[in-house]
């Protein structure tokens, strides 16, 4: 299994090391490398920060053109954080240059000489597509790397089989950016910096015996060549009477771009590696979800008139339902057990999710609604109009996230949904708001995926439903109820908190202080707003007190935290039709 945090950077560490002293805010431990120009140490973090590296990588060169040159192309690449290291700041002591940056687990030297694996055909297209979509972004800014090696690239993680892997380009003192020679160094041309490494992988690696002898002949026309010193009168093709042409003017056939689309056409399923900006919103959804709905649980169906909360309160503080309970912060509610059984029961692929709801509910949870009560018990009607399949459809789109189509994502959330519900409203209300998920968590801007999941759904539901999911944005605070399970009273105060805000702090605050039942509204706010705005965005110190020692949050005899989440969303990225 890929440990996929280890590739998301971590913003709140970066802001702590802005406002202060970097040294203050992390120790140097033992060296992990040698650079061209200077060293690399473990720098361990000592401040206390959800979801910190065991270590980062701290670079030391003296100051030179080679290390201004690194430090304007690492500024320059902090947008491009899926393939290049994060620079988390940069300081001076004296006449030598410190870099902080995000680490990586192993290099390509590393893995290939320590590895008693012999890696096969599929695997070096794997990485040669990661290596080219890099290297694409490089040509796009006009840089050359210029020292392309198997000690520079890095593997950022990597499953134990060796199998899954998310490399980045490190080392960047030889760059050249734009068409003026620089620091000894030619001019940029594209397709330099991979006519090199291709030239080492077919010219080197095929004869060593590492390097899959087809995939070379494939992409040796792609190289540029020159002839050695022989007597060959051309078309010689013995190694010793061939050099790398040591391009001067562009190689179209080895941009990144041209060997990335090359790749992506010969061996489709290569477009199968890690989408680190998905696995961030998967997570989003699944944390968001939690945390909508702790934030509510405090104030669910509180008077009307009642204090404005902004963060994880305790339930005994305020006169909701639940105050007699004086639950502790960051304790969710039925609205997240029901998806986190639902979830496990899809990976366990048991099939039994109505039964698995049984058990939980013959648990005596603290905290069940009636109606979910009553149908699991065999005395409920299950032709009502409530909104719990719409809170805990969220797992449906994280499993599906996939497929291209919207007919399997349809299916299986009104499968879930009538386990409990059958009236029309509640079931395709759960449908929207799965659609919805499964969109942004696949990129599509809100605009779009809203209007699409919207589409999906006109002909099958009321048009009090249509009419509170679309105009719910152009809502007063003061007209807005939410309700007492009904699904046009929650997915309105959800479109209003989501419409009326930029970023996820503020969208579960405004959904979680609407009167009524708040648990739940801000729950689905919180698994849409994590799909659209990823975990890194959810506030640090709420992630804290969802982690915090919690009886209440039990399961099965397991406490339920963002890392257990991190496990099933890793297990439902790593589902393949």
Not at 377 to 391: E, I
Request: charged share 20%; glycine share 6%; proline share 3%.
């Amino acid at each position: 299994m890929l440990d996929y945090t280890k590739t998301w950077i971590n913003i709140d560490f970066y802001n702590v090391l802005q406002n202060g002293d970097p040294q203050n805010f992390f120790k140097i431990s033992e060296p992990i490398g040698d650079g061209h120009a200077g060293q690399v140490f473990k720098a361990l973090p000592t401040v206390n920060i959800p979801n910190l590296a065991e270590y980062y990588a701290l670079k030391c060169q003296p100051l030179s053109k080679r290390s201004e040159c690194e430090l304007r192309i690492l500024e320059e690449l902090q947008e491009y954080t899926d393939w290049f290291p994060f620079l988390y700041c940069r300081y001076i002591i004296d006449s030598t240059q410190y870099f902080l940056l995000h680490p990586g687990m192993y290099t390509l030297g590393t893995v290939l000489a320590t590895s008693n694996l012999k890696f096969d055909f599929y695997w070096w297209v794997t990485l040669l597509h990661q290596i080219s979509s890099a290297v694409e972004i490089l040509e796009s800014l006009e840089i050359n790397h210029n020292d392309i090696t198997f000690e520079n690239i890095m593997f950022k993680t990597i499953s134990s089989d060796y199998q899954r892997f998310k490399i980045m380009l490190i080392d960047f003192g030889s760059c050249v950016k734009g068409h003026k020679a620089d620091n000894g160094l030619p001019a940029f041309n594209l397709g330099r910096d991979l006519n090199y490494f291709l030239f080492i992988l077919i010219f080197n690696g095929t004869p060593a015996g590492y390097f899959p002898q087809e995939l070379g002949e494939r992409l040796r026309p792609f190289l540029k060549l020159k002839p050695g010193k022989c007597d060959c009168k051309g078309g010689c093709t013995n190694l010793k009477c061939i050099q790398r042409a040591n391009i001067s003017e562009h190689n179209w056939r080895t941009s990144g771009k041209h060997v990335r689309e090359w790749l992506e056409k010969m061996y489709p399923s290569v477009n199968n590696d890690i989408d680190i900006k998905k696995v961030s919103k998967m997570y989003g959804v699944a944390v968001g979800a939690l945390i909508g709905d702790a934030f509510g649980m405090p104030v669910k169906f509180a008077h009307r008139k009642r204090e404005h909360i902004t963060t994880l309160e305790s339930s005994g503080r305020h006169d909701g339902v639940l105050s007699a309970w004086n639950l502790p912060a960051g304790t969710f509610t039925d609205n997240s057990m029901t998806g986190i059984v639902m979830l496990q029961s899809i990976l366990q692929a048991d099939d039994q999710f109505f039964e698995n709801l049984q058990d939980w509910a013959d648990s005596d949870p603290t905290i069940i609604g009636d109606h979910t009560a009553k149908v699991l018990r065999h005395s409920g009607d299950k032709c009502v109009n409530t909104n719990g399949p719409m809170a805990r459809s969220w797992p449906i789109a994280l499993i599906n996230h996939s497929e291209s189509g919207n007919t399997v994502v349809i299916d299986d959330t009104i499968a879930q949904a009538t386990v409990t519900n059958t009236e029309a409203d509640s079931v395709w209300c759960a449908v929207f708001t799965t659609i919805l998920i499964h969109k942004l968590v696949n990129g599509l801007n809100f605009d779009r995926a809203l209007k699409d999941a919207l589409l999906l759904i006109r002909d099958n539901v009321s048009v009090e439903l249509y009419t509170a999911i679309e105009n719910g944005s152009s809502m007063s605070y003061s007209d807005l109820f939410g309700g007492v399970g009904r699904v046009e009273n929650s997915i309105r105060v959800v479109m209003w908190a989501l419409q009326n805000t930029d970023n996820f702090r503020d969208a579960i605050i405004s959904a979680g202080n609407v009167p009524g039942d708040t648990s739940t509204n801000a729950c689905i706010t919180g698994a849409i707003a994590g799909a659209l705005y990823g975990y890194d965005k959810i506030p640090t110190e709420w992630i804290q007190i969802i982690d915090s020692e919690n009886k209440w949050n039990n399961l099965n005899g397991v406490q339920l935290t963002t890392i257990c989440l991190k496990d099933f969303i890793t297990k439902c990225y790593d589902i393949r039709d």
